[in-house]
């Protein structure tokens, strides 16, 4: 699961700085090739561009010279120590259609985007974007949110499980983001607590100590089965009516600094229990999200 062909998109906006700065630091560690990569509409519009919020807007010439001399500056500043970059102008009108076909036509390993939350914060225009890469990507997606010091990413990981084959891919990509660390990599299901009624005390589930056993030896066998002693895992059992919100709630109490998870882009058809979470973690996860679309489906 080594990275070698990476895209990192800029909106120009401070969320896609760190994208940059993560998709550098990934692959300066796996010696990856960057395809930094502005997706532009070329259409006359009334006032300024969105995803140039400082540019003037001119001729469509004249406007692809100064969004290239941006991109530059971008790549200057935030990949001078990667060694393989490629810059790409993309004219299209959604920048989340055409950076999912980039990705499919350069075969790419990994996509970074950024990403703002929705609660209290406006949005940049990769940040509106970026659940949408991340359920249609042909590859996995690292929806970027600050990280205080990159040179540690990925730092402390945790990893979700439903028991699925397409969550064990995402604990499998964990892994491999792990490999070489000194710290523990947390696996994690979220069992759903019984709804309480207003001013009940809280009631346990039915046979809670059968369910939790059974969930207990169902991660121990998702531990050895993926991991196999490749990297320090601990297995931790969450409970909660809201899988997103408790996935969340650990990520925020335990400092994690990338929480992976895998996804799915299935419209109109009943998707895995963590694809139906994905969209709710992007916007409301304290640290860097990392998603997996593996291509079997349940």
């Given at each position: ?162 028991f699925t084959e397409a969550s064990g891919a995402a604990v499998d990509l964990a892994a491999s983001y792990a490999k070489g660390s000194d710290r523990t990599l947390a696996i994690l299901h979220v069992y759903p607590a019984e709804p309480e009624e207003p001013g009940a005390p809280p009631a346990d589930p039915p046979n809670v100590d059968e369910a939790f056993a059974q969930l207990r030896a169902k991660l121990q066998a998702t531990y050895q089965q993926r991991l196999g002693g490749r990297v320090a895992a601990e297995a931790h059992l969450l409970t909660g009516d809201d899988v ?55």
């Open positions: 699961m080594k990275p070698n062909t990476i895209i990192v998109a800029t909106d120009f906006s401070e969320v896609s700085r760190e994208a940059l700065r993560l998709a550098g630091r990934v692959a300066s560690r796996h010696d990856a090739r960057v395809w930094l990569v502005h997706v532009y509409d070329p259409a006359p519009v009334v006032g300024p561009r969105p995803t140039v919020e400082h540019l003037e807007v001119g001729a469509s010439d004249d406007l692809s010279q100064q969004i290239e001399s941006e991109v530059e500056q971008r790549r200057a500043e935030l990949l001078g120590d990667v060694e393989d970059v490629v810059c790409r102008l993309e004219r299209h009108p959604s920048p989340a259609q055409r950076i999912v076909a980039l990705a499919a036509e350069l075969e790419a390993d990994l996509v970074v985007v950024g990403c703002h939350g929705r609660t209290g914060l406006p949005r940049a225009v990769l940040g509106s974007v970026a659940e949408q890469v991340a359920r249609h990507a042909p590859c996995p997606v690292l929806v970027a949110r600050d990280v205080s010091d990159v040179t540690a990413f990925p730092g402390a990981m945790a990893v979700c499980t439903d997103a919100a408790a996935l969340c709630r650990y990520a925020a109490d335990h400092h994690v600094d990338l929480l992976v998870l895998a996804t799915r882009a299935r419209s109109g058809v009943s998707r895995a229990l963590l694809g139906s979470v994905t969209d709710s973690v992007l916007r409301h996860a304290p640290c860097s999200v990392l998603t997996t679309q593996p291509a079997t489906s349940d």
